[in-house]
């Protein structure tokens, strides 16, 4: 494989070759402040699995015994503080539900563990919980509508939206 300094430097397409439809967001690496911190948020708070850690530093976190799905350190970051406003970085996280009914046990949790939420969207093609983990990274979670329900015009477009998410519907969602 080619060195990256050899790569030449082109303009990007704009109508590019697709990438394979397979390919998905494997894991994310967040930096945190305190790593007991973001570990009772995620673990204790969401319910991820702590598959390992490595000392003091870090630590992977999955959902279902996959080998990670978030990994957490301090390599950089330990006692730091979140980027300020108006600099570049990563927005948000997104964590996929398999359900409606995952979606609204982890508002529950939310709920339950006094997490305040940032926004909840209705999408048309998904509903949406946004907030912030106690190190001030973005986090969505939310699930996805079937694809047979997403909004589309006339001409077969999607159409997602941007409409309030219905809350207490969603935490209904959790009663027997």
């Given at each position: 494989m080619a060195d990256a300094a050899t790569l030449p430097n082109r303009e990007p397409s704009l109508t590019p070759r697709p990438v394979d439809p397979?390919?998905?967001?494997?894991?994310?690496?967040?930096?945190?402040?305190?790593l007991e911190r973001a570990l009772s948020f995620y673990c204790?708070?969401?319910?991820?699995?702590?598959m390992q850690r490595y000392?003091?530093?870090?630590?992977?976190?999955s959902a279902g015994g996959y080998h990670h799905h978030i990994g957490l350190n301090t390599w950089e970051s330990k006692g730091g503080s979140p980027p300020p406003p108006g600099t570049t970085g990563l927005y948000h996280?997104?964590?996929?539900?398999p359900t409606r009914l995952a979606l609204?046990?982890?508002l529950r949790r939310l709920i339950e563990a006094g997490v305040e939420l940032d926004g909840a969207s209705d999408h048309g093609v998904s509903e949406a919980l946004y907030l912030r983990d106690p190190d001030g990274?973005?986090?969505?979670?939310?699930?996805?509508?079937?694809r047979e329900e997403w909004p589309r015009t006339a001409g077969g477009a999607l159409s997602m939206v941007t409409e309030r998410l219905d809350l207490r519907g969603l935490l209904a969602e959790t009663r027997d």
């Open positions: 397979a390919t998905r967001i494997g894991h994310v690496h967040l930096k945190v402040a305190d204790g708070v969401l319910g991820f699995e702590l000392g003091a530093q870090a630590a992977f976190i996280v997104a964590i996929l539900y609204a046990d982890a990274n973005g986090l969505e979670l939310y699930r996805d509508r079937p």
